[in-house]
């Protein structure tokens, strides 16, 4: 008979030896703040179902091997962290730890003077462990790193379902805006719309539309930050992104993350734009779909220009105001615990992908069934986002924007799609007001 | 003339007088001038809200604030928001209440069903009404399309003018109960011989309502309209939950700049320089306010 050692919060002994293993690792960090009775405050806009139970798993190993620190969840969201995380700093009632957020958001703290720096925690993690460049985006001016990643996301893949394309005659995924409005157009009918694209006033449509613009060959700053986005390559794009206004739901007006992958999710377009987690969401809430769905990076505006994948490097940092520094380190190193860490990644397999080379060939982290029905979507994902860019890293040569986050949060990209596409503002009007309101952010 | 001498007696009870208000006096100023000072103190600085860095800018984010369209169209959208919204409320909250006077069914159900909007929760009441005009699950859609009146559904919270429409519809429906508990407590006191004798004089319903009701709920409305007035046009979380201020600024109100101004943009000095301009703005209609409740006590 197989004895199995368990502990009484439900932990396996596997766990706790893995912990155990991680609190070896972590002897490199401070001790731990002599740790009675403290509480880490855990803010993450990923909390999803899934995603907290596994969150759940590792709070409890944490707590199981650090008797005294106590652990809280609490999620915010994509659009409502910057403004939540303004005020806690303002008032210095700030969380201990924050995950998940884009770098760019995490390079603004820093530049401020808000975040800790995160070189120790990293060495702990395993500096050798993570993908060549993985941490690069982190990097900031005085040489140090301001977070690090807890994974990698390709947000911007162009999702398409196999059975719509045939029954339409769609013969091959498309690569260009052309060949995608116009598989769009075939797709539409019968109620079901050809994309989800997003144009309200909000931060995915920002997010987005900078895609847009470097599938134009575009970017919204140079490399050395000045505003570029009054291009040619920019009104390319708006053309385009307006003529597939009718290739999308009314409602699109409106729609965020959350709108556009349920609407991609339920059948009600041919279409998505989305990260991996169109994957676990389709097998779960719709499983008809699941064997036609797949992905491809986003199509361009002509074979020229190769596709940009926008990765918001998910991560992970400390505010500088914490009260319990040390424990949040010694809570961070302690995600990427292997256990722990391909729990969090299971709970959206193919979302958030693993940044350690460990956990990527780890058996138990390939051992899942979403991973093993779609290994070539994941695949195509993981190299998609290794070479991904955001607005705060726009490309290999640009230096590092520490306003990205407030030029996203202004809404100032949002509000020129909005002007053009939904308006029908004059263009050279929309973009010239777009550029000032962006250059006066980066001289504010 | 030489003042007139107090007595020991008199310097004391006026002594007791000021301990006996210096508690009010002092929670006045903690919860209304303090804030008050803090706010006009604050918009004249330019402020970094994560770390509070500032420097003095004087009236610089006035100026600014005047020169920019976005004041004026924000103005511009609070007022349409307030006045639309404002008219549905009194015309539905009088319209209610003249129901729920009469002997039905069920009067006293119905009045406590009634209080239902406003109490509910406003995320709540949000979140159900975005599934009510939801684009493709939306009921309102599914009725209409089904009902052969549209062919495709209607984007109700992401164009104009129907986003502002939904906005205004929306904000009567929650706010409008409270119209209906004042109106009722009002017309439940007005003296049935005044109607008895209109209908001696031969007038009929809308006669009455308009020679005997309204006249007699006229004190009652233009307190309920002054007030709702300042709740309406400091309305912030129902517009930013239901539109986000979209599409494009066009339900953007005031109180969404200043949110906007501080936690997006992070200047927390200008967004107190556009609070203290709608405070100034919401000033004028405290003082109809208070000018009409002093004639009520002087009447």
């Known amino acids: 008979m197989k004895n199995s050692l368990t502990f009484p919060n439900g932990l396996t002994r596997r766990s706790m030896l893995a912990g155990l293993a991680a609190g070896t690792a972590l002897s490199a960090l401070p001790r731990r703040a002599h740790a009675q009775d403290v509480t880490l405050r855990w803010w993450s806009p990923q909390g999803a179902p899934a995603q907290a139970e596994a969150y759940k798993f590792q709070i409890a190993a944490f707590e199981a ?71 690069d985006v982190f990097k900031t001016a005085d040489g140090k790193y301001c977070g690090t990643g807890i994974g ?54 920002s997010l987005i539309f900078i895609g847009f613009i470097h599938g134009a060959g575009g970017q919204v700053f140079t490399p050395d930050l000045q505003v570029a986005i009054d291009s040619e390559q920019t009104r390319a794009a708006l053309e385009f992104y307006k003529s597939m206004r009718e290739l999308c739901p009314p409602g699109a007006t409106n729609y965020s993350w959350g709108e556009s992958l349920t609407a991609f999710v339920s059948g009600a377009t041919a279409t998505g734009i989305y990260a991996g987690r169109v994957l676990a969401n389709v097998v779960a809430q719709n499983p008809g779909i699941a064997d036609h769905v797949t992905c491809t990076t986003y199509p361009t505006i002509s074979a020229d220009v190769a596709p940009w994948t926008f990765n918001d490097f998910p991560s992970v940092f400390i505010p500088a105001q914490s009260k319990n520094k040390d424990a949040a380190k010694a809570f961070a190193a302690f995600l990427f615990d292997p256990e722990g860490y391909i729990k969090q990644l299971h709970a959206a397999p193919g979302h958030v992908l693993p940044v350690l080379k460990s956990i990527n060939e780890n058996p138990a982290y390939q051992d899942n069934d979403i991973i093993k029905k779609y290994p070539a979507e994941v695949d195509l994902m993981s190299g998609a986002a290794a070479g991904g860019f955001n607005l705060g890293y726009e490309s290999s040569a640009h230096a590092s924007n520490d306003r990205a986050g407030e030029v996203i949060a202004s809404n100032a990209i949002a509000d020129l799609v909005q002007r053009v596409v939904l308006n029908g503002d004059d263009v050279n009007a929309a973009l010239g007001d777009c550029a000032k309101a962006i250059d006066a952010i980066m001289k504010a | 003339m030489p003042a007139p001498i107090q007595s020991p007696l008199e310097r004391r009870y006026a002594r007791l007088g000021l301990l006996l208000i210096a508690p009010t006096v002092l929670i006045f100023c903690a919860v209304i001038i303090y804030p008050l000072v803090s706010a006009i103190y604050l918009s004249l600085f330019r402020v970094f809200t994560p770390t509070l860095e500032s420097s003095w800018v004087g009236l610089s984010n006035y100026r600014e604030l005047l020169a920019s369209g976005v004041f004026w169209k924000a103005l511009w959208n609070t007022l349409i928001w307030t006045a639309g919204t404002l008219t549905l409320q009194i015309v539905l909250g009088i319209g209610m209440a003249l129901v729920l006077h009469q002997n039905i069914w069920f009067r006293s159900l119905a009045r406590s069903l009634i209080l239902f909007p406003y109490f509910i929760s406003t995320v709540v009441a949000v979140l159900v009404w975005k599934w009510v005009f939801n684009d493709l699950y939306g009921i309102l859609n599914h009725l209409l399309m089904r009902g052969g009146i549209i062919d495709m559904p209607i984007d109700y919270l992401g164009s104009m003018p129907n986003a502002m429409i939904s906005v205004i519809l929306v904000g009567a429906w929650k706010y409008f109960p409270f119209v209906v508990i004042a109106v009722l407590a009002r017309l439940q006191t007005i003296p049935e011989p005044l109607y008895e004798a209109a209908r001696i004089d031969g007038a009929g319903p809308i006669a009455r309502f308009f020679d005997v009701t309204l006249p007699q709920l006229r004190d009652v409305l233009v307190v309920i309209i002054m007030l709702r007035a300042i709740w309406d046009f400091k309305e912030f979380d129902l517009i930013w939950l239901l539109t986000g201020g979209g599409p494009s600024s066009s339900t953007e109100t005031l109180p969404i700049v200043v949110y906007r101004q501080a936690f997006a943009l992070n200047q927390m000095g200008m967004a107190a320089a556009w609070a203290v301009s709608m405070m100034a703005i919401l000033l004028v209609f405290m003082i109809v306010y208070i000018r009409r409740t002093r004639e009520k006590e002087t009447a």
């Not at chain 1, 029954?167 to 797709?187: H, N, S």
Request: contains cysteine; negative net charge.
């Open chain 1, 65 to 135: 091997l650090n008797p005294g620190i106590k652990v809280v969840f609490e999620t915010t969201s994509d659009e409502g962290y910057a403004p939540q995380l303004a005020a806690a700093f303002a008032s210095g009632e700030v969380p201990d730890l924050v995950t998940h957020l884009p770098s760019f958001s995490v390079q603004t703290y820093y530049s401020n003077g808000l975040i800790e720096p995160f070189d120790d925690v990293i060495n702990a993690i395993g500096a050798d462990d993570y993908y060549p460049g993985a941490n």
């Open chain 1, 152 to 205: 990698n996301t390709a947000a911007n893949m162009l999702w398409l379902r196999r059975d719509l394309m045939e029954a339409a005659g769609v013969a091959a995924a498309p690569k260009t805006w052309d060949e995608l409005r116009a598989a769009c157009q075939a797709m539409q009918k019968d109620g079901i719309f050809g994309a989800p694209l997003p144009y309200g006033q909000n931060s995915m449509t």
